[in-house]
């Protein structure tokens, strides 16, 4: 079984300054997909970002980037001059790569609260 | 608009009294789920569907039923509701349940807030 620790419950940022969000996975397994979710207030799941486990290459889109150290277990996303937009909880997620017996089962994190501040 | 519909989006129950919370997808996906969202927790699978008929167990399915009849519709059932059921519930689907390739994105729901007394 796989486990996704956020080791951080809340975090707050001032505006236009970055910040980043640790995350830790255990698993034996060898191919995979990380993603990053955004919960705003309205409670919507928001996929922020993806990283394939098979790939060096750190995932970035826009403002979001992360940092995958495969051999750690660790997946830290990076937000880059922070917008009170952001505000939100922030999930980190785990899942096995493949046709499997759980289909597109997410292993979840516990989460992340961001607050930008003004 | 591409969507994942769930309904109630919020309701207040009493034990023992059986709901259903509906799901239910416009873009033809197979694969569908049930999360249920606790404090500290995260997400958490309680039921998944990888296409019509088929349905199968999650990470935390006690309490729960699901049936999957049409393929655009996944209903969460909870015959007998209990306090420890209170909780924030998300539907999620995605085309196929190949995980983590383009056709295995999932898309969710905006959550059913449910509170058992």
């Known amino acids: 079984a796989q486990t996704v620790t956020q080791s951080q419950p809340e975090m707050s940022v001032q505006e236009a300054e970055t910040v980043t969000l640790s995350c830790t996975y255990d698993t034996s397994e060898n191919n995979y997909y990380l993603f990053w979710y955004k919960q705003p207030p309205s409670r919507q799941m928001i996929l922020v970002i993806r990283?394939?486990?098979?790939?060096?290459q750190n995932a970035t889109e826009n403002r979001f980037s992360v940092n995958f150290q495969k051999a750690a277990k660790s997946f830290s996303l990076k937000i880059s001059d922070s917008q009170l937009g952001d505000t939100a909880m922030y999930f980190c997620a785990f899942m096995k790569r493949g046709l499997n017996n759980a289909g597109n089962m997410l292993t979840f994190g516990g989460g992340t609260r961001l607050m930008v501040k003004p | 608009e591409a969507q994942v519909t769930q309904n109630p989006r919020y309701l207040i129950t009493v034990t023992g009294k059986k709901l259903t919370v509906t799901c239910s997808q416009n873009m033809n996906h197979e694969y569908m789920s049930w999360y249920r969202q606790d404090p500290g927790l995260g997400l958490r699978q309680i039921y998944y569907?990888?296409?019509?008929?088929?349905?199968d167990k999650g990470d935390v399915p006690e309490g729960y039923k699901v049936s999957r009849k049409e393929k655009r519709n996944f209903p969460l059932i909870l015959e007998s509701p209990s306090p420890n059921q209170t909780s924030l519930y998300f539907c999620?689907?995605?085309?196929?349940?190949?995980?983590?390739?383009?056709?295995?994105?999932?898309?969710f729901g905006e959550g059913s807030r449910l509170t058992v007394l």
């Open positions: 990283q394939e486990a098979y790939k060096q």
């Open positions: 999620a689907s995605s085309l196929s349940g190949l995980a983590g390739g383009p056709s295995g994105e999932l898309f």
């Open positions: 569907s990888m296409n019509v008929e088929v349905t």
